[in-house]
């Protein structure tokens, strides 16, 4: 199975800041790689595909890149609806794995 | 707009059997693959199963191979996760979602709580 491995595992960030989250594949996935947005009772969303791809809808300062196995999700401006938990994905092959989240907090 | 739509969760003793069902609206639903993921109390996401778009193919994850099956009906727009041989492991939010772009997942349900417990 391919490993997925955010860092860090959580981070304290005020409004107006720009965050970096950081994903690393066990082995070369290409651009198979997607990020998503998860809030406390809520299901995930999609924020980036195919590494850098802005899924419909999400707001430009979410910005995704990277390819094989080194991935970076960056938040432009920090906003107060953004504090959440965020994951990696990889989507080259079954069985589908997720890094182990992101959560972002309030500093 | 799409909508995902989770039932059949609740409570199941171990070694019981649970049959969760999806309803899709909103988009043409025999066009996409679609995955099961569920999220244990307090836990990341996990990936167990996924079907092609026309009832094939499948594939499930090993943590779920040979009790769990999935299905779907596409004259009733439905997905379906039979769950055989529960165990504490289990206890998760099950969220039925479609497959998007390279094997993204766009959209997801609300999620319905499968807790397996004596």
């Known amino acids: 199975d391919i490993q997925m491995t955010q860092s860090p595992s959580s981070l304290s960030a005020s409004v107006g800041d720009r965050v970096t989250v950081t994903c690393r594949a066990s082995?070369?996935?290409?651009?198979?790689l997607n990020w998503y947005q998860q809030k406390p009772g809520k299901a995930p969303k999609l924020l980036i595909f195919?590494?850098?791809s802005l899924q419909s809808g999400v707001p430009s300062r979410f910005s995704g890149s990277g390819s094989v196995t080194d991935f970076t999700l960056t938040i432009n401006s920090l906003q107060p609806e953004d504090f959440a938990t965020y994951y990696c994905?990889?989507?080259?092959?079954?069985?589908?794995?997720f890094g182990q989240g992101t959560n972002v907090d309030m500093k | 707009q799409v909508q995902l739509v989770e039932s059949g969760g609740g409570v199941v003793k171990p070694g019981g059997s649970l049959r969760l069902s999806c309803a899709a609206s909103g988009f043409i639903f025999n066009d996409y693959y679609m995955n099961w993921i569920r999220q244990a109390p307090g836990k990341g996401l996990e990936w167990i199963s996924s079907?092609?778009?026309?009832?094939?193919?499948?594939d499930y994850a090993d943590s779920v191979k040979g009790r769990f099956t999935i299905s779907r009906d596409n004259s009733a727009n439905s997905l379906y996760l039979q769950m055989n041989s529960l165990g504490a492991e289990d206890t998760a939010v099950y969220y039925c979602?479609?497959?998007?772009?390279?094997?993204?997942?766009?959209?997801w349900g609300q999620g319905t709580l499968v807790t397996v417990s004596s």
């Open positions: 082995q070369s996935i290409g651009y198979f």
């Open positions: 079907i092609g778009s026309s009832d094939g193919p499948v």
């Open positions: 979602a479609r497959v998007h772009s390279f094997g993204s997942t766009d959209s």
């Open positions: 994905q990889q989507s080259l092959k079954t069985p589908w794995t």
């Open positions: 195919a590494a850098s």
